[in-house]
């Protein structure tokens, strides 16, 4: 693969937005690319978030009480009324199409974003997710639900896989040194989103709502407006490092020794034939397969479990609970989210750093091994009504959950090169999507065929988190089978050519490591909005234990 399709012709000057435009010069700050990355991971991690819209939605008609359809009515129906409000599973599609169409589009287009470059991607990125919002906001205005799936759930849905991705390769070729700490600032950002955006909708919603209006179209525009300042930031923040470029006083591994990290570089048409990338692929699948699966039922199962526990009241199972004492575990129920939220966002940065010092493959088996575990003894701690076990157990695996998003490009770049991971990394998203499917629809199913069993509410989860830590053990067994990859898939060097550049050695007269008052300021603009995200999240968790 060469980028020379992307360089410009002798004495023409790069487009704004070419890759040959966005190499760096000298006194460059890579500590600028991180920020520049969480600009636009923070944005389209809104999609995390979306649910915040679907209660005031299915009242956009009625304003203050829903407006029911008539009870035979289909989704095929939904998507096209005028005259009804949208039901939440009606609405809740376009949870799925987000990550259906993230997967997909970022296996597509992967290849092309190497080709054109960071700065291009994230732009586009922009347009497609602010301008999907807008077409959102359209939809909203005028009750067709079919514009929501399309502008948010489609056209959005390209966004969020080219935004997702655009950062990696970017990331893993400034860090050689810290390929996991990397790549784990940035895509903590995709699961900080929602913890930044809900309140933020929330306080819109609020500002827009009249009484004709439930403030969500307005909401959607604003935010549109935002979030495109933001993520242009950061694709004009993008910048790549000049060829053969390393940071000061770095070598990488000597060949022979028995690291995981390779060499040379495999080719986007060649990685899906080795057997590495299957194996990898399978591991992401069932590490986000179990997670995604206690993502969805963590609210219900920590009401159904400890129940009258949550309000001292022992006695009453949840069953038995009255409305309001049912509104106020719910509320606990809301915090517990929270927490598990924070934990998502800590683990993406904490374990993909871990793996700079333990390695890749040895961080997946703490996932699977310490997550078997883990899955395993939770029916326990509920059954004994150890609260704080409980808790403690489900933040350690959505840490884990979200550790596995941002370990596994270091561990594709490991294996495969640094030349193509992001058109790699974006393929192998499709494992994302397989189980975005098979998660929720294990959990739920096994969920509904227990309680139509006749099974007590507090003992419906045991049998699907034995069978969520079942999909650990195969994942721990498809991680014990990865090796290097074989030396015949890597690439010429001829193919391997590194983007238009001047060549330089060592640090080129790039600043490697400096703080300086730009990149100071740079690291403000995404970290002062984390922090408002991080307060309002531990407002609503103290709850929790009081």
């Known amino acids: 693969m060469s980028y020379s399709a992307t360089a410009a012709a002798p004495g023409e000057t790069p487009g704004l937005l070419d890759l040959a435009r966005i190499v760096a010069r000298p006194g460059f700050n890579r500590w600028l690319v991180p920020p520049a990355a969480l600009a636009i991971h923070l944005c389209i991690g809104m999609a995390y978030g979306f649910s915040v819209f679907w209660l005031p939605l299915g009242q956009a008609i009625g304003i203050t009480a829903p407006v029911k359809c008539a009870a035979d009515s289909t989704l095929l129906d939904a998507l096209v009324t005028t005259t009804c409000d949208w039901r939440v599973a009606d609405l809740g599609w376009m949870f799925t199409l987000f990550f259906v169409v993230l997967g997909s589009s970022a296996a597509i287009w992967g290849g092309w974003l190497e080709r054109s470059g960071p700065r291009k991607a994230g732009f586009v990125a922009a347009l497609c997710w602010c301008g999907g919002l807008c077409i959102s906001a359209v939809g909203v205005y005028i009750h067709q639900l079919w514009l929501m799936w399309l502008g948010s ?82 694709a004009f923040g993008y910048r790549v490092p000049p060829a053969n470029w390393r940071p000061a006083g770095w070598q990488p591994a000597p060949r022979g020794t028995a690291s995981m990290i390779t060499h040379g570089n495999v080719a986007l048409q060649n990685a899906h034939k080795t057997p590495q990338f299957w194996l990898v692929w399978a591991v992401l699948c069932l590490n986000v397969s179990a997670g995604i699966g206690v993502i969805g039922m963590t609210s219900p199962m920590l009401q159904e479990i400890f129940a009258g526990d949550l309000i001292g009241k022992p006695e009453l199972a949840f069953g038995a609970l009255d409305p309001g004492q049912r509104k106020a575990i719910a509320t606990i129920a809301a915090a517990f989210i929270g927490l598990l939220s924070l934990f998502n966002i800590a683990g993406r940065f904490f374990w993909a750093s871990l793996s700079d010092k333990i390695g890749r493959k040895m961080t997946y088996f703490i996932f699977f091994g310490l997550g078997i575990v883990l899955y395993a003894s939770t029916p326990a701690f509920g059954h004994a009504g150890y609260l704080f076990l409980f808790v403690s157990a489900f933040c350690i695996i959505l840490s884990m959950y979200g550790g596995g998003f941002a370990t596994v490009p270091a561990y594709l770049a490991d294996l495969f090169g640094t030349q193509m991971v992001g058109a790699i990394h974006g393929r192998l998203l499709t494992a994302w999507s397989t189980a975005g499917i098979i998660g929720p629809v294990v959990v739920n199913y096994i969920r509904e065929a227990q309680i139509d069993a006749g099974v007590p509410r507090a003992l419906v989860y045991d049998r699907t988190l034995y069978i969520l830590a079942g999909m650990l053990v195969a994942g721990f067994i498809c991680n014990l089978m990865v090796r290097p990859v074989n030396a015949k898939w890597f690439m010429e060097q001829s193919e391997a050519a590194p983007p238009p550049a001047r060549e330089v050695g060592n640090d080129g007269g790039v600043d490697a490591g400096h703080f300086t008052l730009t990149a100071v300021l740079a690291w403000a603009g995404v970290g002062i909005p984390i922090a408002w995200g991080v307060w309002i999240t531990l407002s609503k968790v103290t709850v929790l234990f009081s």
């Open 153 to 234: 759930g489609i056209i959005g849905g390209v966004g969020l896989g080219l935004g997702y991705i655009s950062p990696v390769s970017t990331l893993i070729k400034w860090f050689p040194d810290h390929r996991g700490m990397a790549t784990g600032m940035a895509i903590m950002g995709f699961g900080g989103g929602a913890m930044i955006g809900s309140p933020l909708a929330d306080i819109l919603m609020n500002q827009f709502r009249t009484a004709h209006s439930v403030g969500v179209w307005q909401t959607f525009v604003a935010m549109a407006a935002i979030y495109f300042v933001f993520m242009t930031a950061g």
